[in-house]
């Protein structure tokens, strides 16, 4: 689990929450798994920590005593790109989304299996990891499905796949974001049908559908979060 | 004719007279319909004692007659509630213009005809044209023979079919002299009366006429209905004025006829003269609107002027008028309303109906007085009797010329009081005495010398001319004071309306005010609504399903209708029509309701005893009756909607409690669920990572979380338990000093922290179940710890408060805000922004007071108690 930067420290992961007993296990779990925890109990800390201890990652509860953590994201996206992992409940789909929408990568929700967030952790900090790079790569490659962004080509296992440009877009949309990254709804939306059909999420589905036809075996590889958007990539 | 959404269709066997084989024609055809499989009854049929039509009944379903008992005396008639629970198809009723036996639903079996199609039932009957409301003087005139039951054209004109069935009047006289019609002995007499040929054959023409006419009309619809162009006439328009007079109602069915004739919509005019002595013009406008005509009501002194106004502004084309039985007068000088609107009304068609025959004729209406008519006529030569000594007293001082002031000033006060007849006698009788008594030569009725004769005729016409003046002045008073009074109790009422009040204080006021206009008692009558009772919220606009109307206001307070007129009150309840008393339906009863109509169907009913009226409500009560119902109506959708508004609004909250509730429940589960599954989870895939000191506190994490969820669940099924009422009780004496101290020691030990005891030692020992007791201390300690903070400190104390025990538990956190004090106790509610800080179900001071109270006893808050700061939980219990 190293990064892939030349920092060799193991990467600092800071964990917003204010139930003492998620910290309880949090911190020997993240620190069996080779990251160094920071816990802060309330959004003032987690705000003064992620300025000052320069995290890798950000795990952060959205229901805080003192601040609303849908305040929080937009501040430490003022400062921060380091990926920010959501804990939330399973039933505040709104949440989640305004949330992603705000600036988060990704969410689990509570109560969540150890081993998934540790898997969403280690995707964040890969992405971000790929991000740093200098030139992008214009080459996507998600499973068996291969993308050449520049180009606007897509092959399936060696088969080039035949999608009407806004197929492409969508399908790019995804990739751009990340293997494994949740797009919300309405950055799909904006992304490929413009800011003016950010609601109209029949769309939407519609194209997912045409989209996974043509994937045919693989349409798997376009996962649904259901009520909040899609991601790219294997089941993890 | 377009037929009513939902309606049953209406088919009419139309005859010349009775005879001609109408119910044998609809049975005939009934059987052959029902061999095809319609579900076709038999309401009512009356054979007559025929034989072929007898026949021609069985095989058929009956349904049976209802018995109805009518002093003492068994009457059978058509059972329409059988009817309405049997629903058939098609129903089979006969005699359409039969009147059903008193007690029945509805006077008119025309009219249970049109509640049974309103139930969408199919209906077949028959009847003879000589019954048909319009053609009942044409009938009379013809056959010498007054129809008294008859049917509203308008019902002939609803059905959808109708079907002449057609004998010529020599066959039916055949058929009669064979005694197919009637029995032998009723034929003989029949044949002589109405059955004559000439008869037959006129009644024939006019069944013929009319059928033709619904031809022709269903034509001139099919046409309009595709839009061809045709020849009928644009814009025609007849108005027909209605008075007091009987030959009103001839005028009312002549016009409706040339109507009909001309393709052209009726209006009736009744011109209301504050000054005339008109009779009552209700009767005519009521047939009228019976017939489809619109009618309208004006009020001017001019009678012709009046008439060619409303005529003009309406556009009309044809004016129908009643030929009156003018004053001679008015005939030798041209001024009758005939000649005047001949002259006058060039742009009409002017239509003069016959006089009424002599016989049919009868006295105008008497204008109504608070006093019987011969106080007046008494009260003439009372007054000239009074002038007479005033007369004799001044004799010696003034001139005779003086004198006859004082009998002109009884001439006057007789027509003011009593009319201007009363005036003229009294000015008769006035001057004959002045002549006789005061006049020289005295005691003769001669008159000397030409001042005398002047003064005597000035004197004359004086007091005539004043008579009428000062008689029809009395009128217009007492007509304007009339309405004045019936405007000032509208007037009185709609400010009164404008105040805010609840819909209880409304309704109170409606039936107040229409008590009072009425001057009888009224009352409120409202469904009975799920939505006062509270968790059973209807729909909008739905009814209970059974129409319970329950009295809601009456004035007075003892107003209430008997059983029958409540019958008659969910008759006009679900049909929004009045009923009962002066109506079309259920006449017989002592009520009559009006419907209050509202956007959202019929809110209510006002219910007004006539009955104890020894006169019908003349007609200006009646328009200011009619005018508060409507004012009634809209004050009560607007409270209705203000009602809705605040249950809207306590549903919002409700939604928002419920929302804050699953909230919190969600948080309370998972929180403790993350932590015992994190520390598993960690334990599992990564123990051989950790310290043994990580690993047991990992597992101290999950034993603790535990606790907290099965406390929580236990919180839960406790506050079920109370909620459904289910909590057993074991009371015993208890020794509450020791009780107290037990639960604070076990709480300072689960939390470390100290409680301050301040308990009176010489506590009685109250009966109260220990268990129960420990729970309700242990959790208003634990939420007095947990809103206090780490630092805070904590108090209990007990005491004795007169017959009560008062313990009570304090903190000195920063308290609750007012407005949350009286919800701390509401399961799930927890003081606003802080229910981050503290985890806990919100349940501890539900389950606090749900236990108390189990035992009897009262639980309280109080908060900031000093210095803005704290709050105190005090609960009672009977020592």
Known sequence: MSSPLADLSPPRILVVDDEPQIHRFLTPALAASGYEPIQAENASAGLRLAATHAPAAILLDLGLPDLDGQQVIPRLRAFTAAPIIVLSARDEECAKVTALDAGADDFVEKPFALAELLARLRAALRRAAAHGQEAPTPLVRVGPLEMDLAARKATIGGTLLKLTPREWDLLAALARAGAGRVVTQRQLLSAVWGPGHAESSQYLRVYVGHLRQKLGDAASLIRTEPGVGYRLGPAE | ?879
């Open chain 2, 1 to 879: 004719m377009a037929a009513r959404e939902g309606w049953g269709r209406l088919k009419v066997f139309l005859g010349a007279a009775p005879g001609v084989g109408k119910t044998y024609e609809m049975l005939t055809v009934a059987r052959r319909r029902a061999l095809g499989g319609a579900d076709i009854v038999i309401g009512l049929v009356e054979t007559h004692g025929r034989a072929e039509t007898a026949a021609q009944v069985a095989g058929l379903e009956v349904l049976p007659r209802a018995r109805l008992d009518y002093r003492g005396q068994a009457l059978e008639e058509f059972d329409l509630d059988g009817a309405l629970a049997r629903r058939p198809a098609i129903l089979v009723l006969d005699e359409l213009p039969h009147s059903n036996a008193p007690g029945s639903r509805h006077p008119k079996r025309w009219q249970d005809v049109e509640e049974l199609r309103a139930a969408g039932i199919e209906v077949w009957t028959a009847m003879n044209v000589q019954h048909l409301e319009s053609l009942s003087d044409a009938v009379a005139r013809i056959t010498g023979v007054r129809v008294a039951e008859t049917v509203p054209d308008h019902v002939l004109a609803g059905a959808d079919s109708v079907e002449l069935i057609d004998i010529p009047p020599a066959e039916l006289l055949e058929r009669m002299r064979q005694g197919k019609v009637y029995r032998a002995d009723q034929a003989e007499r029949a044949l002589r009366g109405f059955f004559r040929e000439g008869n037959l054959a006129a009644l024939r023409e006019m069944a013929l006429r009319r059928t033709a006419d619904r031809v022709d009309a269903d034509v001139t619809g099919y046409m309009r209905a595709n839009a061809i162009a045709g020849p009928w006439p644009a814009g025609d328009r007849v108005m027909v004025l209605v008075g007091g007079e009987p030959s009103a109602e001839v005028a009312v069915r002549q016009a409706r006829r040339i109507a009909d004739a001309l393709r052209a919509p009726l209006v009736a005019l009744h011109v209301e003269r504050p000054a005339a002595a008109d009779g009552d013009p209700g009767p005519a406008l009521r047939l009228a609107e019976t017939l489809g005509a619109e009618t309208e009501t004006v009020v001017d002194t001019d009678l012709p002027r009046a008439i060619l106004v409303a005529a003009r502004a309406r556009n009309v084309t044809n004016l129908v008028i009643g030929r009156g039985r003018p004053p001679l007068w008015r005939r030798l000088t041209g001024r009758t309303l005939s000649a005047t609107l001949l002259r006058q009304a060039s742009d009409f068609t002017l239509h003069l109906m016959p006089s009424p025959t002599a016989a049919a004729r009868q006295q105008a209406g008497p204008e109504r007085r608070s006093f019987p008519r011969w106080v007046g006529w008494a009260s003439v030569p009372a007054l000239v009797l009074a002038a007479t000594g005033i007369g004799y007293a001044l004799d010696s001082r003034v001139t005779e010329g003086s004198l006859g002031m004082v009998y002109l000033v009884a001439s006057v006060a007789a027509s003011v009081a009593f009319g201007p007849a009363h005036g003229v006698s009294a000015a008769v009788l006035s001057f004959l005495c002045w002549n006789f008594l005061f006049i020289e030569p005295r005691y003769t009725l001669t008159i000397d010398g030409p001042q005398e004769i002047v003064g005597a005729v000035v004197f004359g016409l004086v007091a005539l001319l004043l008579a009428g003046t000062a008689g029809r002045l009395g009128r217009t008073v007492r007509s304007a004071q009339a309405r004045v009074f019936g405007l000032r109790r509208l007037v009185e009422f709609s400010r009164r309306l404008g105040a805010p009040m609840d819909r209880a204080a409304l309704l109170a006021l409606i039936a107040d005010e229409a008590g009072r206009i009425a001057g009888c008692p009224c009352c409120v009558l409202m469904p009975l609504s799920g939505e006062e009772v509270p968790g059973l919220a209807l729909p909008r606009g739905r009814r209970p399903d059974d129409t319970d109307l329950i009295i809601r206001a009456a004035s007075p307070t003892s107003a209430e209708p008997d059983d029958a007129s409540m019958a008659a009150a969910r008759w006009a309840y679900t049909k929004g029509r009045p009923t009962g008393w002066g109506t079309d339906t259920l006449p017989a009863v002592s009520w009559c309701f009006q419907p209050l109509p509202t956007a959202q169907g019929v809110a209510g009913l006002v219910g007004i005893r006539f009955a104890d009226r020894s006169e019908p409500l003349d007609p200006e009560r009646e328009r200011t009756l009619d005018a508060l119902l409507d004012q009634a109506a809209i004050a009560l959708e607007r409270a209705e909607l203000m009602e809705e508004r605040a249950r809207g609004a306590v549903r919002a909250e409700a939604e928002a409690l419920r929302i804050t509730l699953l909230t919190s429940l969600g948080h309370d589960l998972r929180t403790p669920l993350t932590g015992i599954r994190g520390s598993l989870e960690t334990l599992r895939t990564m123990g051989d990572m950790l310290s043994p000191e990580a690993r047991a506190d990992l597992i101290l994490t999950a034993e603790e979380e535990t606790a907290r969820l099965a406390r929580f669940a236990s919180n839960i099924l406790d506050m079920v338990r109370l909620e459904s009422g289910r909590v057993p009780l074991r009371r015993e004496p208890m020794d509450l000093p020791s009780a107290i101290d037990d639960a604070v020691e076990r709480v300072e030990h689960a939390t470390g922290r100290l409680v301050e005891r301040r308990i009176d030692p010489r506590l009685p020992s109250p009966s109260l179940d220990p268990v129960l007791f420990d729970q309700i201390l242990t959790n208003l300690l634990d939420n007095a710890l947990k809103f206090s903070g780490a630092a805070g400190q904590v108090a209990v104390a007990a005491r004795r408060d007169g017959a009560n025990i008062l313990i009570s538990v304090e903190d000195d956190g920063p308290g609750i805000p007012r407005g949350d004090l009286m919800r701390i106790f509401d399961p799930f509610f927890r003081a606003s922004r802080t229910d981050r800080i503290t985890a806990g179900s919100g349940l501890g001071l539900a389950i606090a007071r749900g236990l108390a109270r189990a035992m009897g006893g009262q639980i309280t808050a109080e908060s900031p108690i000093r210095a803005g700061r704290g709050t105190r939980i005090i609960v009672r219990f009977p020592a």
